[in-house]
Every structure is written in structure tokens, then in C-alpha cells.
């Protein structure tokens, strides 16, 4: 089930020291690196990821919970949350630390730059996976973390709510790069996420200063496009693939923001948006 679900896509083992996950890739030029939201690997991720290797990158799409190719069903979303709260790879309540599973992902990121060459790679998280992207700037090779809807640690405090699960070494040694490098985060989130909250967009701000840029979609009630309050995942399941909607360019900033590190030939650009 899960071939015919990811049609397109090659697929292999890759392990790093007692870890070892099917990745599967697809497309040409410089790699990108997609980190699945829970449940797992869904048909709008797949979806994602086909689209990002079609505008001229080398997606690596690592599965990490659940079944490559199941459809979201709020029963998988639980039995996948369930799993990853009881995995020690998700440190999932922690504000200063990385989840162990983050070791694996740089090495990933190393192997795809290996094979595809170029500046470097970029690394994509989302929900549960979003903060990921972050901490894998530590690894010199990644040169355009995004952070959609990162939503760890679970917000179950103010402390939570505003934590970047990242450790201080590690978010200082990202700080350092991204100032010595001039290079960027991007971070995207729907304005009425409670399970990714404008606390830890303001703590971004506070930490990366200019060298983050947000883009906060309007889920307020009686927004102008309709988008729900509970609205989540802006590459996903909650995106309404129609000109003009403010979640497709959310989408097509993602492409750009990989096409200007990615590509020595582009220029970056400096920004903070609210989409509405």
C-alpha cells in the first residue's frame, strides 16, 4: 500500500549508528531534507514533497511514525502522537533540549548533501517536527531550516509554550552561523494555532532577531478567506491550493526561501509577514 501511496518516489534504508529509517527521495539538484508532521508520511505530505522536487530540488522524505502513504484520520493522528510520546527518540515536553532522533536527521542531511552537492541542503520540519529544522543548523552543511507549525515542546506550561526544544549550546552555535553567514530561518504558523503559539514566534524573534523571518496566517474568526480557528498544518492538510489564498503563498515562499540559500546565484531577502 504504502508503494503505490508514494508513487514516484525512490526509496532506501538509511542508518546512523542503531538507527535505521526508509527514506524515500525524489527529484534533482540541491537536497532538501522533509520531516513528516505526525502522523506520518500522508498523501498532502507526500504531495508536499513532490511538489518541492519538482521546482529543482532532491527531496530526502525520512518515515519516522506511522505507515508511508496512510490517509489522516484523527484515530492515526492519536495512535501516532501516542507513539511518539512513549519513543525515546521525541523528547516532546522538553523547551532546552533536541530530541535524540535529531542525530540521525543531521546525518541524513550530511549523506543528501554528499550525494547532491551544491552549498548546502535544506531541512524542513513541520508539527511535531518543526523545532527539528532549527537544531539541524548545527550542522554546517544545513543552509535553510524551515520551521512550519513547530509545535514541541507540548505546550503545557508558559514555558512550554514558549520553548524552542533546542538546547543553549546549540542555539547559540545557530546564532553564530546565521549572523557569521548571513543566513535565515523561515517560521510559519496559522495566528490562532494552539498547538503552535505566538509565544514561541515572539521567543524566535527574541533569540534570532532580524535573521528570522515569520509569515502568521489569520485564522481569527470571520477572517477574509474562511480558515479555521483550529487550522494546523499550513503545508498540509490546511492548505487551499487556490490563487491568491494566503496559505499558497506561504507555500511558494518556502520554494523561494530554498531557491535563494540553495542557489548562490539568488539573493536572500528580509522580511516579516502577516498573511490575511
Same mark, same amino acid.
Given at each position: ?126 508539527? *511535531? ?74 521567543? *524566535?524573534?527574541?533569540? *534570532? ?68
Amino acid at each position: 500500500m504504502s508503494v503505490e501511496k508514494l508513487s514516484g518516489f525512490g526509496e532506501f534504508e538509511f542508518k546512523y549508528q542503531q538507527r535505521e529509517y526508509p527514506v524515500y527521495y525524489r527529484g534533482q539538484g540541491p537536497g532538501v531534507v522533509i520531516i513528516h508532521e505526525i502522523p506520518g508520511i500522508t498523501p498532502s505530505v507526500a504531495k508536499f514533497a513532490k511538489l518541492v522536487a519538482d521546482a529543482g530540488f532532491t527531496v530526502y522524505l525520512p518515515s519516522l511514525l506511522g505507515i508511508p502513504g496512510k490517509p489522516f484520520t484523527v484515530g492515526y493522528v492519536l495512535k501516532s502522537a501516542a507513539q511518539a510520546c512513549i519513543s525515546r527518540e521525541f523528547a516532546v515536553l522538553a523547551a532546552n533540549q533536541s530530541s535524540p532522533i535529531t542525530d540521525y536527521l543531521r546525518a541524513l542531511c550530511r549523506h543528501a548533501h554528499s550525494e547532491c552537492g551544491g552549498p548546502g541542503v535544506g531541512a524542513l520540519g513541520m508539527c *511535531l517536527t518543526g523545532n527539528f529544522a532549527l537544531s539541524l543548523m548545527v550542522e554546517p552543511c544545513v543552509m535553510a531550516p524551515v520551521l512550519s507549525q513547530p509545535s514541541l515542546p507540548f505546550g503545557i506550561t508558559k514555558t512550554h509554550r514558549s520553548g524552542l526544544h533546542i538546547s543553549p549550546q546549540d542555539l547559540e552555535c545557530v546564532k553564530q552561523r546565521l549572523t557569521k553567514e548571513d543566513k535565515k530561518v523561515l517560521a510559519l504558523r496559522f495566528s490562532h494555532d494552539a498547538g503552535c503559539t505566538g509565544a514561541r514566534f515572539k521567543k *524566535l524573534h527574541q533569540e *534570532l532577531g532580524d535573521n528570522v523571518e515569520t509569515i502568521v496566517i489569520d485564522s481569527a474568526p470571520g477572517n477574509e478567506f474562511g480558515i479555521p480557528r483550529y487550522a494546523h498544518s499550513v503545508l498540509t492538510n490546511d492548505l487551499v491550493d487556490e490563487a491568491g489564498h494566503p496559505t499558497v503563498a506561504a507555500r511558494d515562499r518556502v520554494l523561494s526561501f530554498f531557491a535563494e540559500h540553495l542557489n548562490p546565484d539568488t539573493e536572500s531577502t528580509n522580511s516579516q509577514t502577516n498573511m490575511k
